[in-house]
């Protein structure tokens, strides 16, 4: 595994020297400050040094989309977020977007354009698709996943939300592994139990916590690796196996770092 | 001659009191919100064909998806017989189509006659999933009372409509096979004719059979036309504008309140001059009269299945939001308004609403928004377009959401993240291993 440090290109720094990248990075917020979910953001970088694309972050610069204040209903507060941030984007004539979080993708993606923000925006998911298929992105060199039982767990924003549900089976396609499905996948699939700003509170009263309900679908399939591509999720299905002490028994990991680790980054 | 103006009477009635009863549910439809469902006509009838027309979401429950079928097709297929019999009662014919179509005749009463059996059939398994089995789906605490009596009238009432159907046939079959009066022998029977053998073999007998099944079965339907606008089966109409005027966007994507964006954009740039928009309105939905009118027509479109609640994440945890209890509100109270307005004027305030009257604020939060509920609908229904409408009413106009999600604001608002972190940090991670 190569640990040296990263150098992270930033807009200001490229607008500095007068450059364009050809892809923002959106790290998100979740993706910036949750402890788990930072790793992920690093492997994203780790895939874009490796094949070698032009991007940048906007570090510092980058604030919420709004997407949760928007979800709890808080529509002020949402175009307070979406237009300032437009500003930045637009600033830096950024056209292409790619993030690792749904929904930032969502947002900026759907929302965006209604209060003046239009941007190609792909998840991290597709962009890997995308390079594996481009022959670019290959899963050599790295920890073999040879024989792993691996499922992939839906995201809402992705999947229902955006009709994404083949890109981050491709990526896992390309390992040399068992691939379940849960018995709820693809449109089917069940809910984290995060979205919709749920993350921010307590749950309603209830017999369970949806991401308990979740993990009885992971055990059940019997899968080693649950494979995430959102880092609520990431926390949500982290907090199940935990509290399942399946921790030794199931690798909660997100496609990203999966490619990082299946490419040796 | 008599029994012709009787029928010309029962049929006028009947199609004025549906007509009038129709339009008051367009009406009270209209009493929501404009919104645009106009665009792409094209995508939109191909989306009416494969979701009404073609029943596509219905395949996911293979049982119910076959058993629906009969009653779809032997619904919309024993139209043309009730041609026969408007025809029939109105100018005093007798089976007016058999000589003019002659081989086909007989072909088509067949294929009515194998849709019957089929239709009996399925009404028989749908009961039983009601009432024997108990189907979990079918329960729940919006499911007591009218709503679960109601489908158990218009399985009976389906079931006792085919059975007239063929009992009617078997007589007339019989009548046929004695050359009796204007009973013209008319193709095959190849249900009713196994049943023959139950009637009487007196012709008068048979003759009273034959004309009481046919009075039934015709005055039956045109009750059960008039029971259609007070019961959930008004989906059989409303399924096929409501999936035209689907939502043609990603699911994920919310609407975009315009509204807003006119103060968004003063808050920023006190130099804007905001746009003339009318007068204000209220942010999102307080009553079910701030929701759009599609809103109102996807609550009468609502079946009460319950497939949005069966796959709610929220619901399967034993929280108290049920999407399908969502649209059931939403269409009582809309027809709560619609009443007081017949009854005291289209200003009377009843001091109800949407909110706290009939859905909780409970329920509303309950909701992570995830879209399962809107995949599931066989008939395009979004029940999570009404929750998000009521939480900006919640958020924005009263401002009570829960204080965690108030500290999200204002995180949101101040550092830039829904979590208490500086913004400085923000880029902290590319510095780390």
């Given at each position: 595994?190569?640990?040296e440090?990263?150098?992270?290109?930033?807009?200001?720094?490229m607008?500095?020297?007068g450059?364009?990248p050809?892809?923002?990075?959106?790290v998100g917020?979740a993706?910036?400050f949750d402890e788990?979910?930072?790793?992920?953001?690093?492997?994203?970088c780790k895939?874009?040094?490796?094949?070698?694309i032009?991007y940048a972050v906007?570090?510092t610069?980058?604030?919420c989309t709004?997407?949760p204040?928007?979800?709890?209903?808080?529509?002020?507060?949402?175009?307070?977020q979406?237009?300032m941030n437009?500003q930045?984007l637009?600033?830096?004539?950024?056209?292409?977007?790619?993030t690792?979080?749904p929904?930032?993708f969502n947002?900026i993606?759907?929302?965006?354009?209604?209060?003046g923000?239009?941007y190609?925006v792909i998840?991290h998911t597709?962009?890997?698709?995308q390079?594996?298929?481009?022959g670019?992105?290959k899963?050599e060199?790295?920890?073999?996943?040879?024989?792993?039982?691996?499922t992939?767990h839906?995201?809402?924003?992705?999947?229902?939300?955006?009709?994404?549900y083949?890109?981050?089976?491709a990526?896992l396609e390309i390992?040399?592994t068992e691939?379940?499905e849960?018995?709820r996948?693809?449109?089917?699939g069940?809910?984290c139990?995060a979205?919709?700003?749920?993350?921010?509170k307590?749950?309603?009263p209830g017999k369970k916590?949806?991401?308990?309900e979740?993990i009885?679908?992971v055990?059940?399939?019997?899968?080693?690796?649950?494979a995430a591509?959102c880092?609520f999720?990431?926390?949500?299905l982290?907090?199940?196996?935990?509290?399942?002490d399946?921790?030794?028994?199931?690798?909660v990991?997100d496609?990203?770092?999966?490619?990082a680790?299946?490419?040796?980054? | 001659?008599?029994?012709q103006?009787i029928?010309?009477?029962?049929?006028g009635a009947?199609?004025?009191?549906?007509?009038?009863?129709v339009?008051?549910i367009r009406?009270n439809?209209?009493?929501g919100?404009d919104?645009?469902?106009k665009?792409q006509?094209?995508?939109?009838?191909?989306?009416?064909a494969?979701?009404?027309l073609?029943?596509t979401k219905m395949?996911?429950?293979?049982v119910a998806?076959v058993?629906?079928f009969?009653?779809?097709?032997?619904?919309i297929?024993?139209?043309l017989e009730v041609?026969e019999?408007?025809?029939?009662?109105?100018?005093g014919?007798?089976?007016?189509?058999a000589?003019?179509?002659g081989?086909?005749y007989g072909?088509l009463?067949?294929a009515?006659?194998?849709l019957?059996?089929?239709?009996l059939?399925a009404?028989i398994?749908f009961l039983?999933r009601?009432?024997?089995?108990?189907?979990?789906?079918f329960t729940?605490?919006?499911m007591?009372q009218?709503p679960k009596?109601?489908a158990n009238y218009i399985l009976?009432?389906?079931i006792?409509l085919m059975t007239a159907?063929l009992?009617?046939n078997a007589a007339?079959y019989?009548?046929q096979l004695?050359?009796?009066?204007?009973y013209?022998?008319?193709g095959s029977?190849?249900?009713?004719?196994l049943l023959?053998?139950l009637?009487p073999?007196g012709?008068?007998?048979?003759?009273?059979?034959e004309?009481v099944c046919?009075?039934f079965?015709i005055?039956g339907?045109?009750?059960?036309l008039?029971y259609?606008?007070y019961?959930?089966?008004?989906h059989i109409?409303?399924?096929f504008?409501?999936?035209y005027?689907s939502?043609?966007n990603?699911?994920?994507k919310f609407?975009?309140?315009?509204?807003?964006?006119?103060?968004?954009?003063?808050?920023l740039d006190?130099s804007?001059?905001?746009e003339?928009t009318g007068?204000?309105g209220?942010f999102?939905?307080?009553?079910?009269?701030d929701?759009t009118?599609?809103?109102?027509?996807?609550?009468?479109?609502c079946?009460?299945?319950?497939r949005?609640?069966?796959?709610?994440p929220?619901n399967?945890?034993?929280?108290l939001?049920s999407?399908?209890?969502?649209?059931?509100?939403t269409?009582d109270?809309i027809t709560e308004?619609?009443?007081?307005i017949?009854?005291h004027?289209?200003?009377?305030?009843d001091g109800?609403?949407?909110?706290?009257?009939?859905?909780?604020?409970?329920?509303l939060?309950?909701?992570?928004?995830c879209?399962?509920?809107?995949?599931?609908?066989?008939v395009n229904?979004n029940?999570?377009?009404i929750i998000t409408?009521?939480?900006?009413?919640?958020?924005?106009?009263?401002?009570?959401?829960p204080?965690?999600l108030?500290?999200m604001f204002?995180?949101?608002?101040n550092?830039?993240?829904p979590?208490?972190y500086?913004?400085a940090?923000?880029?902290?991670w590319a510095?780390?291993?």
């Amino acid at each position: 595994m190569n640990n040296e440090p990263l150098a992270i290109p930033t807009m200001a720094e490229m607008a500095a020297q007068g450059k364009e990248p050809e892809i923002l990075f959106w790290v998100g917020c979740a993706g910036s400050f949750d402890e788990r979910a930072r790793k992920i953001t690093r492997d994203i970088c780790k895939i874009l040094h490796h094949v070698g694309i032009s991007y940048a972050v906007l570090g510092t610069e980058e604030n919420c989309t709004g997407d949760p204040a928007k979800r709890a209903g808080n529509e002020f507060l949402f175009q307070m977020q979406a237009m300032m941030n437009i500003q930045v984007l637009d600033g830096y004539n950024i056209k292409k977007i790619v993030t690792g979080c749904p929904h930032c993708f969502n947002t900026i993606k759907n929302e965006y354009p209604g209060v003046g923000g239009n941007y190609e925006v792909i998840h991290h998911t597709q962009l890997i698709q995308q390079l594996i298929n481009d022959g670019k992105l290959k899963a050599e060199g790295g920890e073999s996943f040879k024989g792993k039982r691996i499922t992939y767990h839906d995201p809402c924003y992705l999947g229902r939300g955006n009709d994404v549900y083949e890109a981050p089976r491709a990526a896992l396609e390309i390992l040399d592994t068992e691939l379940v499905e849960m018995k709820r996948c693809k449109s089917n699939g069940l809910c984290c139990g995060a979205g919709g700003a749920q993350m921010f509170k307590e749950p309603e009263p209830g017999k369970k916590d949806i991401n308990m309900e979740r993990i009885a679908d992971v055990i059940e399939a019997k899968a080693q690796v649950v494979a995430a591509a959102c880092p609520f999720c990431m926390t949500m299905l982290t907090d199940g196996v935990k509290n399942q002490d399946k921790e030794q028994e199931i690798k909660v990991l997100d496609i990203a770092e999966i490619t990082a680790r299946a490419n040796g980054l | 001659m008599i029994a012709q103006i009787i029928f010309i009477i029962i049929l006028g009635a009947a199609i004025y009191q549906f007509s009038k009863n129709v339009a008051k549910i367009r009406r009270n439809i209209l009493l929501g919100k404009d919104t645009n469902r106009k665009d792409q006509p094209g995508l939109r009838w191909t989306v009416m064909a494969k979701i009404a027309l073609g029943q596509t979401k219905m395949v996911k429950r293979p049982v119910a998806a076959v058993m629906h079928f009969f009653i779809y097709v032997g619904f919309i297929i024993i139209n043309l017989e009730v041609l026969e019999i408007m025809i029939d009662g109105v100018f005093g014919s007798h089976r007016i189509f058999a000589n003019p179509l002659g081989g086909l005749y007989g072909f088509l009463i067949g294929a009515f006659e194998v849709l019957a059996v089929l239709v009996l059939t399925a009404c028989i398994v749908f009961l039983c999933r009601r009432n024997v089995i108990h189907l979990k789906r079918f329960t729940g605490t919006e499911m007591t009372q009218w709503p679960k009596s109601d489908a158990n009238y218009i399985l009976i009432t389906e079931i006792l409509l085919m059975t007239a159907f063929l009992t009617m046939n078997a007589a007339d079959y019989k009548l046929q096979l004695l050359h009796f009066g204007h009973y013209v022998s008319a193709g095959s029977f190849p249900v009713s004719s196994l049943l023959a053998p139950l009637l009487p073999d007196g012709a008068s007998a048979l003759v009273i059979t034959e004309r009481v099944c046919w009075w039934f079965h015709i005055v039956g339907i045109l009750c059960f036309l008039n029971y259609l606008p007070y019961s959930k089966h008004f989906h059989i109409l409303l399924a096929f504008p409501n999936t035209y005027y689907s939502n043609l966007n990603a699911k994920g994507k919310f609407t975009n309140m315009a509204s807003v964006t006119n103060e968004v954009k003063a808050m920023l740039d006190p130099s804007y001059i905001p746009e003339n928009t009318g007068e204000p309105g209220r942010f999102g939905a307080k009553d079910v009269t701030d929701l759009t009118w599609k809103n109102l027509m996807e609550a009468y479109t609502c079946t009460e299945c319950g497939r949005c609640t069966y796959v709610c994440p929220a619901n399967i945890t034993g929280k108290l939001l049920s999407p399908r209890k969502i649209m059931m509100d939403t269409r009582d109270r809309i027809t709560e308004i619609g009443n007081n307005i017949d009854k005291h004027g289209k200003d009377h305030q009843d001091g109800k609403s949407l909110l706290d009257n009939y859905i909780s604020r409970e329920e509303l939060w309950a909701c992570t928004s995830c879209n399962a509920c809107v995949e599931a609908c066989p008939v395009n229904i979004n029940p999570l377009e009404i929750i998000t409408e009521m939480r900006r009413y919640i958020v924005m106009e009263e401002s009570q959401a829960p204080a965690s999600l108030n500290n999200m604001f204002s995180n949101v608002e101040n550092n830039g993240a829904p979590w208490k972190y500086s913004q400085a940090d923000r880029f902290n991670w590319a510095e780390e291993q």
